[in-house]
């Protein structure tokens, strides 16, 4: 069996496993000054504050994963990539102490909340940074990344780093509406409506550009037989827009959340179909990327059995504080 | 220097500054994880609420050395890539898999259970909650482990071959790589520092009240259990320590050149040079106060034990004594006072003054931050002592670095140092702060669980659960005053 594509697909996993949990996590910092300073905020906070750490371990998996089963795609796209991850490093810092700090510092609460929200934003500002600029290709010279200091900086990169904005926003919204209640719900439904149409707006801008940049990526898509997902997947993202604007008023409050995550699938798929199966677009491929077999089999034993029992006791922590979060907290 | 040679060396202060720092939150999250699960076992045993109040008192603590130290490590998962991608590129295949590894047999499961551990007794009642808090505490220990496991091999490479595209995999055996030589050692040295640490900290903190006279039962037992773990823990460590210094003499003995300031060979037994001051320049160590045949005998336990100096190897092939021989006494020193410290409250409490002997009270508060200058200390000897190698004897320091330009490592290092320093200086003040107030009866842990709006937990597993009527005044931080301020 061909290890590095099983690799390849537990890798993507990961990636799309961390958008699926600390994406909403961002987008609630994100909204964040957007809530009135009080119990919404407050309730805003408590919604996630028993998961976001789980969810970030994805992204050390994301990291640690790629330098265990593609060593070299890890050598090449971190060093190309320095400024916009060190600044989402940087920006992470400021979140993740947020959930601690704004609690035990009355004073300087507005301080922390604001430490959250820009810690939110820039983190996914250079995400969505990271993804446009591998997408567009990065520079490689031997067994090293040969680009410059700047290369990820483009038009195409800021693109994709403000969708990615509208799109965490959107499932903060949306993860808003399915735990909280009354007024903070009533506002996150709203924020839900205006983010819609802007990440829609987003997904049309770089669906567009995406064949552009590259010139794979249009063979890929307008060629047999890559037509047969391209004609239907506008199609499928307009369906999938629809149900989640209609979810907004009416349904259950989790079905906003869940809509929201298949325009990201779609997307997900997307992406998937223009870069498969290079690790680095139009450079490197998987398999030029991948870790001897020995690596592969040894970390693919402990993957299959430790994965699966991850995702146990996480849905078992998402079970423990189901429901919604109420104004009270504790008492 | 040339702009690589700025560039490097500024890399190689990044990592040292990022990974300093990040180590001091694990040094305390390990020992402070192990010391909830004890004592909320023994809350579960023998019902004492003074236990029930201790564990809240430093799990709030504990949430806050948590979460620093989850983001500081995230920025050293990404570091290897953006600063240090020849040696990624090189030794991913089996330093990777090791910290993958870690990421899902430890990383997880801390923060999969840290949210029950934190907001979750009322929800799941105390035997689950005891589970998740044992989760935690055996994540803590599993990270160690690998990551142990990761430097080890980086000092002393076993198991290893070299594939066509120049990359160091596995030979044959993974358990070769996993336990090399000095793994064993390191891992017992460090967990053990770890424990010690955290016994200074809470030890302090039962001192600090002590002395303010607040002498509840709560901080009897804090103060009581830390100095049992000094008493036994320390003696231990500084016997462990030595084995770890005998096995670092087998493989890397050049690092225990530098440390003991030997320049020369002493082919019929070296002195011990208690002090001096040592110049890589010039080969010497100016204003000796050295013994004879003591370091043969200390080293090899033979006081006419031949020992190599420096001066056996290239200049470019040596560590810095004049850091190494520092970092080391530091830590000498600092074990000699935790065992003194061990014995006097042992001699303090079979005289039954553990309480109220105030001189060491005071000695116990000026030890609390002991623990993290000496593991500060520890890691600078032991990763300063392998240069020039980042692989020992394989991959040099200055081979293993990124393509990347001075002005954007010196960029990203002036924003770690800034970042790091205001932020982690904020939460090391909130910290104090919740030293600063004594446990007490009714102890709230962390406030602001989210709350489902109909309950469902039996109320039988809430039975002594219920916090007492609220007290004190700051701690009301939770949610409920959020609407009112301001």
């Known amino acids: ?54 969810n970030e371990t994805w992204l050390v998996l994301g ?60 983190a996914t500002f250079a995400q969505g940074i990271t ?98 997902v391209t004609f239907p997947m506008p199609l499928l993202v307009v369906l999938a827009a629809l149900a989640a604007w209609r979810s907004f008023d009416r ?57 699966p029992l991850i995702l146990g006791y996480t849905a078992w922590s998402y079970w423990v504080f189901r429901g919604k979060v109420g104004e009270q907290g504790y008492h | 220097m040339t702009d690589a040679d700025t560039a490097l060396l500024l890399a190689r202060c990044q990592f040292a500054f990022t990974v ?97 551990m934190l907001f979750g007794m009322e929800r799941v009642g105390k035997g689950l909650h005891f589970a998740a808090t044992l989760m935690v505490a055996a994540g803590t220990a599993i990270s160690a482990f690998w990551i142990l496991s990761v430097n080890s091999w980086m000092q002393t490479p076993t198991g290893w071959t070299i594939n066509g595209q120049g990359q160091f995999v596995p030979a044959g055996s993974w358990l070769e790589i996993i336990f090399n030589p000095s793994f064993p050692y390191r891992l017992v040295h460090t967990v053990l520092a770890a424990y010690l640490t955290t016994a200074l900290v809470v030890g302090g903190v039962g001192a600090w009240h002590l002395l303010k006279g607040r002498s509840s039962p709560e901080v009897r037992k804090m103060f009581s259990m ?35 300031g030997y320049f020369e060979s002493y082919p019929d037994g070296a002195p011990w040079i208690m002090l001096g001051i040592p110049d890589d320049e010039a080969e010497t160590v100016h204003y000796p106060i050295a013994f004879a045949k003591l370091g043969s005998l200390g080293l090899k336990h ?31 020193a600092l074990g000699f006072l935790m065992l003194a410290l061990g014995m006097l409250s042992l001699l303090a409490r079979l005289r039954k003054r553990l309480y109220d ?51 954007g490592v010196g960029g990203s290092l002036i924003a770690f140092v800034l970042v790091y320093f205001s932020v982690f200086s904020a939460g090391a003040l909130y910290i104090l702060r919740l030293m600063g107030r004594p446990p007490h009866a009714g102890e709230r842990g962390e406030t602001r669980a989210p709350i489902r709006t109909a309950g469902i937990t039996p109320s039988s597993a809430l039975r002594g659960l219920r916090p007492g009527p609220e007290t004190d005044g700051p701690e009301k931080n939770g949610p409920e005053g959020g609407g009112k301020e301001r």
């Open chain 2, 357 to 407: 002997w105030r001189m060491l009270h005071r000695f116990a508060l000026v030890m609390g931050p002991a623990g993290f200058v000496a593991v500060i200390a520890g890691w600078v000897t032991t990763e300063v002592g392998r240069q020039p190698w980042v692989i020992y004897h394989l991959l040099r320091t200055e081979d293993a670095v990124s393509p990347i330009a001075t002005p």
């Open chain 1, 131 to 228: 993804l446009g600029a591998l997408v567009e290709g990065i520079e490689v010279s031997g067994r090293a990344y040969g680009g410059g200091w700047w290369d990820w900086l483009s038009g195409f990169s800021l693109l994709t780093g403000a969708s990615l904005v509208a799109g965490y926003a959107l499932l903060g919204a949306c993860w808003l509406i399915f735990k909280t209640e009354g007024p903070l719900q009533l506002r996150a439904r709203r924020f839900a409506r205006g983010l819609l149409p802007a990440l829609l707006g987003a997904i049309g801008l770089v669906s567009l550009a995406t064949p552009f940049v590259e010139r794979k990526y249009f063979e890929r898509w307008f060629d047999w037989p890559g037509m047969i």
């Open chain 1, 63 to 122: 990291g640690g994963g790629l330098l265990a089963a593609f060593p070299l795609a890890y050598a090449i796209i971190l060093p190309a990539l320095y400024a916009p991850l060190t600044a989402m490093l940087l920006a992470l810092i400021f979140r993740g102490v947020a959930f601690e700090f704004r609690w035990r510092d009355a004073r300087h609460r507005r301080f922390w909340d604001a430490g959250f929200f820009v810690g939110s934003i820039a």
């Open chain 1, 251 to 307: 349904g259950g409050d989790a079905a906003p959340f869940l809509w929201s995550l298949g325009l990201f699938g779609l997307s997900f798929v997307g992406l998937g179909i223009s870069i498969w199966p290079d690790v680095i677009p139009g450079r490197v491929s998987i398999w030029q990327a991948a870790a001897p077999y020995q690596s592969q089999l040894f970390l693919l034993i402990g993957a299959g059995a430790l994965i």
């Open chain 2, 302 to 332: 033979d006081m006419n034990a031949s020992m190599p100096g420096l001066k056996t190897l290239p200049k470019r092939d040596r560590p810095p004594s004049e850091i190494l021989f520092w970092s080391f006494r530091t830590i000498v």
């Open chain 2, 226 to 260: 830390a100095m049992w773990m000094a008493t036994l823990v320390a003696p231990l460590q500084i016997v462990v320590g030595d084995l770890h210094g005998l096995n670092t003499m087998e493989h890397q003995p050049a690092k225990i050149m530098a440390i003991e």
């Open chain 2, 20 to 116: 300093s720092f990040h180590f001091i939150f694990p040094a305390f999250s390990i020992g402070l994880a192990s010391y909830l699960a004890v004592i909320e076992a023994l809350w579960l045993k023998t019902g004492n609420a003074a236990f029930l109040n201790l564990f809240r008192y430093w799990l709030k603590i504990f949430a806050i050395v948590f979460a620093m130290g989850v983001v500081s490590g995230i920025v050293m998962s990404y570091q290897f890539g953006t600063n240090w991608s020849v040696f990624s590129d090189r030794a991913g295949p089996i330093v990777g898999p090791l910290m993958a590894y870690e990421v899902l047999a430890a990383f997880f499961l801390e923060a999969g259970f840290l949210g029950v």
């Open chain 1, 1 to 54: 069996m061909d290890l590095t594509i099983v690799w390849a697909f537990i890798i993507a996993f990961a990636v799309a496993a961390y958008v699926v949990m600390d994406g909403f996590d961002l987008g609630i910092g994100i909204l964040f000054p957007l809530l009135p300073v009080g119990t919404q905020r407050d309730q805003a906070m408590n919604a996630i504050a028993p998961v976001w750490d789980g």
